[in-house]
T-cell receptor, first 115, second 116 residues
Framework: DSGVTQTPKHLITATGQRVTLRCSPRSGDLSVYWYQQSLDQGLQFLIQYYNGEERAKGNILERFSAQQFPDLHSELNLSSLELGDSALYFC??????????????FGQGTRLTVV | AQKITQTQPGMFVQEKEAVTLDCTYDTSDPSYGLFWYKQPSSGEMIFLIYQGSYDQQNATEGRYSLNFQKARKSANLVISASQLGDSAMYFCAMREATFNDYKLSFGAGTTVTVRA
């Protein structure tokens, strides 16, 4: 158990809908990362938050947004969903302000299926 | 440009034998870190081993070792004495220090199947 909790584990929704994925980082971790894993794109970095502030942005669509709350949990909001958004969405957390050797601990992922 | 390249989509290895998974990377940053993660069929990502760009020695963690060749920009993972539970997808990843951006960039992964 990595200590990172993601809910829900599975989500099935229709095109055009909006969903929210939730992540609770490991106790004490200030950094939260979101990744999307799909068959054709592999593991793609979406966005990083550090202590409530956006730190880095990757290949995140404008239809997607995220935030990190004062209690450090994070939510990823996906709207106007398309079939191609079906993927495994991972949240990861790490402890430091960015020490190079700090590994990121991953949650179990949320498998999103858009039908 | 692809930062991490894993050229082996899939590999088979006999139980108790060693297997080497290739990883090459591309960066102009002198300070970076290289990671290997394992993803079993259940889906979770499990951290295996880390190598820093300034580390003088190759990293080892139990049956995992990293063959780090800085000049060649390669960081191959060696799994010794393979077990059936090692069957999984393995990802090489890199963190660069540029612009305080500490995200991990992942390769496409290599699927390892251990045969009894």
């Amino acid at each position: 158990d990595s200590g990172v909790t993601q809910t829900p584990k599975h989500l099935i929704t229709a095109t055009g809908q909006r969903v929210t994925l939730r992540c609770s980082p490991r106790s004490g971790d200030l950094s939260v990362y979101w990744y999307q894993q799909s068959l054709d794109q592999g593991l793609q970095f979406l966005i990083q938050y550090y202590n409530g502030e956006e730190r880095a942005k990757g290949n995140i669509l404008e239809r997607f947004s995220a935030q990190q709350f004062p209690d450090l949990h994070s939510e990823l909001n996906l709207s106007s969903l398309e079939l191609g958004d079906s993927a495994l969405y991972f949240c990861a957390s790490s402890s430091s302000s960015g020490a190079m050797n700090t590994e990121a601990f991953f949650g179990q992922g949320t498998r999103l299926t858009v039908v | 440009a692809q930062k991490i390249t894993q050229t082996q989509p899939g590999m088979f290895v006999q139980e108790k034998e060693a297997v080497t998974l290739d990883c090459t990377y591309d960066t102009s940053d002198p300070s970076y870190g290289l990671f290997w993660y394992k993803q079993p069929s259940s889906g979770e990502m499990i951290f295996l081993i880390y190598q820093g760009s300034y580390d003088q020695q190759n990293a080892t963690e139990g049956r995992y070792s990293l063959n780090f060749q800085k000049a060649r920009k390669s960081a191959n993972l060696v799994i010794s004495a393979s077990q059936l539970g090692d069957s999984a997808m393995y990802f090489c990843a890199m963190r660069e220090a540029t612009f305080n951006d500490y995200k991990l960039s992942f390769g496409a992964g290599t699927t390892v199947t251990v045969r009894a």
